[in-house]
């Protein structure tokens, strides 16, 4: 190879000049190759973490606490589903038969879709929070009831709700898997097919929910129930999903629950389930009704 000539003063100059911002820009090229890709840098909130595997990450709000800036900045930043805590349960809803009540239901709605989150409903048919008649109801009557609720409820909110968790808690702790007994079991075992039945056809868009707890291991009895009862289901309507109730709360803050992807009639993955080969935490104790 030829021999060059070493560069003037000038450029040398210039070589000094350039030398610290090429070092700079260097590093800055190290650092971006070091730095998490834009899919895990973007994971900045509950919501947006959730969505990286398909999932939502969901919160309880209380319509009591809409006028708490704090409270509903948290509940706006982080997550990107509601369900109102209480305000859509049945007692709530309907306190006298026949006569429903949403204003305070709609207050939550209202402020999720006004802040561009979906709506879960939260809850059709459920052993507890009855108003006062229709614990006092047995048999064909609180059947009827039951259906009069759902039409009622899904009627108002009819396209609006992105998913109804329409039956709770039907299954009894413990590791008997058995159903647990309640006023709406005892109006006999097909209960839960007729309110997803009902459902359906109240609001043929919504996705239709059962909802439990103490569900997270694949290994438990009451998880393997609720996994058949879906599973086994002769009405298409009540195999739509099943989602495990995961609750945390610290004063001041909404109340979160995550959820699993929005359909599932085969059995939850590794990833979401623990497997059945590991050492699992026992059941937790029941959680404070939201």
């Given at each position: 190879?030829g021999?060059?000539?070493?560069?003037?003063?000038?450029?040398r100059?210039?070589?000094?000049?350039?030398?610290?911002t090429l070092l700079?820009?260097?590093?800055g090229?190290?650092?971006?190759?070091?730095?998490?890709?834009?899919?895990?840098?973007?994971?900045?909130?509950?919501?947006a973490?959730a969505?990286?595997?398909?999932r939502?990450?969901?919160?309880?709000i209380a319509?009591?606490?809409?006028?708490?800036s704090?409270?509903?900045?948290?509940?706006?930043?982080?997550f990107?589903s509601?369900?109102?805590?209480n305000?859509?349960?049945?007692d709530?809803?309907?306190?006298?038969?026949?006569?429903?009540?949403?204003?305070?239901?709609d207050?939550v709605?209202?402020?999720?879709?006004q802040?561009?989150?979906?709506v879960r409903?939260?809850?059709?048919?459920?052993?507890s929070?009855q108003?006062g008649?229709?614990q006092?109801?047995?048999?064909?009557?609180?059947?009827?009831?039951?259906?009069?609720?759902?039409?009622?409820?899904?009627a108002?909110?009819?396209?609006?709700?992105a998913?109804?968790d329409?039956?709770?808690?039907?299954f009894?702790?413990?590791s008997?898997?058995a159903?647990?007994?309640?006023?709406?079991?005892?109006?006999?075992?097909?209960?839960?097919e007729?309110?997803?039945?009902?459902?359906?056809?109240?609001?043929?868009?919504?996705k239709?929910?059962?909802?439990?707890?103490?569900?997270?291991?694949?290994?438990?009895?009451?998880t393997q129930?609720?996994?058949?009862?879906?599973?086994?289901?002769?009405?298409?309507?009540?195999r739509s999903t099943?989602?495990?109730?995961?609750?945390?709360s610290?004063?001041?803050?909404p109340?979160?629950?995550?959820?699993a992807p929005?359909?599932?009639?085969?059995?939850?993955?590794?990833?979401t389930?623990?497997?059945?080969?590991s050492?699992s935490?026992?059941?937790?104790?029941?959680?404070?009704p939201?």
């Open positions: 190879m021999s060059q000539a070493l560069p003037g003063a000038a450029v100059r210039k070589i000094r000049v350039l030398l610290p700079v820009g260097a590093l090229v190290v650092g971006a190759l070091a730095a998490p890709p834009p899919a895990q840098a973007a994971e900045n909130t509950l919501g973490a969505a990286q595997s398909g939502y990450f969901g919160v309880a319509s009591g606490r809409l006028g708490d704090a409270y509903t900045t948290i509940a706006n930043r982080e990107n509601v369900t109102a805590e305000e859509m349960k049945i709530a809803t309907e306190p006298q038969r026949g006569q429903f009540n949403f204003s305070a239901g207050r709605y209202n402020w999720a879709v802040n561009g989150k979906q409903g939260h809850t059709l048919a459920w052993h929070q108003p008649w229709m006092s109801l047995s048999g064909s009557a609180l059947r009827q009831a039951m259906i009069d609720h759902i039409n009622g409820v899904m108002h909110y009819k396209g609006k709700i998913q109804w329409v039956v709770n808690e039907a009894a702790d413990g008997s898997g159903r647990r007994d309640s006023n709406l079991q005892r109006t006999g075992n097909d209960w839960i007729v309110a997803f039945r009902t459902a359906r056809a109240a609001d043929p868009s919504a239709l929910c059962y909802n439990d707890y103490n569900v997270e291991n694949w290994t438990w009895a009451k129930a609720m996994y058949a009862m879906v599973r086994t289901s002769s009405s298409a309507a009540c099943a989602s495990a109730s995961s609750r945390t610290t004063a001041g803050v109340t979160t629950a995550t959820s929005p359909c599932r009639t085969s059995p939850p993955s590794a990833s389930w623990p497997s059945p080969n050492t935490r026992a059941p937790r104790p029941r959680p404070t939201a």
